[in-house]
């Protein structure tokens, strides 16, 4: 029996240090120095474009990083997300440029709260339009003719919310002026513009953004322009937005361009990521971007060229080895 033995348990100890010389898959480098790394990513509303990107990304990473298990999750988007990375119950996370850098200042939303800290730099992704969008039979052509109407200004406190509270001074108006102001997702405000219970709505989020693109399919909306200089004047209070066209055929019923401002969509970690970690996510994101550019239109604008523009706090150190390696400052 023993003479039996013991050339099977030569095989199984050959067998063994042949994986431990190969790696489990000899394609894969091992994210975070061979270590297992469980990575929750933090996304947004179904109806939206982190969800999707956020499935890619977790994608990304299980195909292509040896030791590292990622999950995305749907949550409540930029504001939720901050406190997921504060807390620890999130790793990477979809965020505003403009939720981010108030909550690194302690201002606007995270007034009473104060300061967060720990919030580290990924990568700025694409621009998040702020869209307003109305029900055809409103009659609502432009900011101003908000007033008087019933309105899903975005979950409270949300950065959608900012937007729409911003976007309203900017045009003379605050929420009093409006017949109601309804703090709702974009799922729930899809479905109220399509009972008639509001008029329009705020929706922060890619072009094209699902919710709109499916709300069009039942119902007959505009979507509302922002005059320039408008948005010159939000830039001047507000540095975060920017102008951007609304190019026809976005939507169903889209004739014309439209002018819109934006904020940019950008990743944030934890600062407590392990910065060898950092960097091969980072290094995977963008070596496999085009399974990101296969699951949504915005997965094309991931770039390193543009990947540190509008960056409103200080980047990771592993993601910063890796600009450096590319070139990028």
């Given at each position: 029996?023993?003479?039996?033995?013991?050339?099977?348990?030569?095989?199984?100890?050959?067998?063994?240090?042949?994986?431990?010389?190969?790696?489990?898959?000899?394609?894969?480098?091992?994210?975070?120095?061979?270590?297992?790394?469980?990575?929750?990513?933090?996304?947004?509303?179904?109806?939206?474009?982190?969800?999707?990107?956020?499935?890619?990304?977790?994608?990304?990473?299980?195909?292509?990083?040896?030791?590292?298990?990622?999950?995305?999750?749907?949550?409540?988007?930029?504001?939720?997300?901050?406190?997921?990375?504060?807390?620890?119950?999130?790793?990477?996370?979809?965020?505003?440029?403009?939720?981010?850098?108030?909550?690194?200042?302690?201002?606007?939303?995270?007034?009473?709260?104060?300061?967060?800290?720990?919030?580290?730099?990924?990568?700025?992704?694409?621009?998040?339009?702020?869209?307003?969008?109305?029900?055809?039979?409103?009659?609502?052509?432009?900011?101003?003719?908000?007033?008087?109407?019933?309105?899903?200004?975005?979950?409270?406190?949300?950065?959608?919310?900012?937007?729409?509270?911003?976007?309203?001074?900017?045009?003379?108006?605050?929420?009093?002026?409006?017949?109601?102001?309804?703090?709702?997702?974009?799922?729930?405000?899809?479905d109220q513009l399509q009972d008639g219970h509001v008029d329009a709505a705020f929706v922060t989020a890619g072009l094209p953004t699902a919710a709109i693109v499916e709300l069009t399919q039942n119902l007959d909306v505009v979507v509302v322009p922002i005059d320039s200089e408008k948005i010159e004047e939000l830039n001047d209070q507000f540095p975060f937005y920017t102008e951007v066209t609304i190019e026809a055929g976005t939507y169903k019923g889209q004739e014309e361009d439209l002018l819109a401002t934006a904020v940019m969509a950008m990743l944030v970690v934890s600062e407590d990521l392990d910065e060898d970690l950092v960097y091969d996510l980072t290094k995977a994101m963008f070596e496999h971007k085009e399974t990101i550019e296969e699951t949504h239109d915005r997965g094309e604008d991931l770039s390193l060229e543009t990947a540190l523009e509008g960056m409103p706090v200080e980047l990771h150190s592993g993601a910063k080895k890796f600009y450096d390696e590319e070139g990028i400052e």
């Open positions: 029996m023993l003479r039996k033995s013991i050339p099977i348990l030569l095989v199984l100890v050959l067998a063994a240090s042949l994986m431990v010389a190969c790696g489990s898959d000899g394609d894969k480098p091992a994210g975070g120095g061979g270590k297992e790394q469980f990575i929750a990513i933090a996304t947004g509303g179904t109806g939206g474009v982190y969800y999707p990107l956020g499935g890619a990304l977790q994608k990304v990473y299980n195909d292509n990083l040896d030791n590292v298990t990622a999950n995305s999750s749907s949550t409540g988007a930029s504001v939720e997300n901050i406190g997921l990375i504060e807390d620890g119950d999130a790793d990477i996370a979809f965020i505003q440029n403009d939720i981010t850098y108030y909550a690194s200042e302690g201002i606007e939303m995270f007034e009473e709260k104060g300061k967060v800290d720990g919030l580290s730099g990924m990568a700025i992704w694409y621009p998040e339009v702020v869209q307003v969008v109305a029900n055809a039979s409103a009659g609502i052509e432009s900011i101003e003719d908000l007033a008087g109407k019933k309105v899903a200004v975005g979950d409270a406190g949300s950065g959608t919310e900012a937007n729409a509270r911003q976007i309203l001074e900017a045009h003379g108006l605050n929420y009093d002026d409006l017949g109601k102001a309804d703090y709702l997702s974009f799922s729930e405000a899809s």
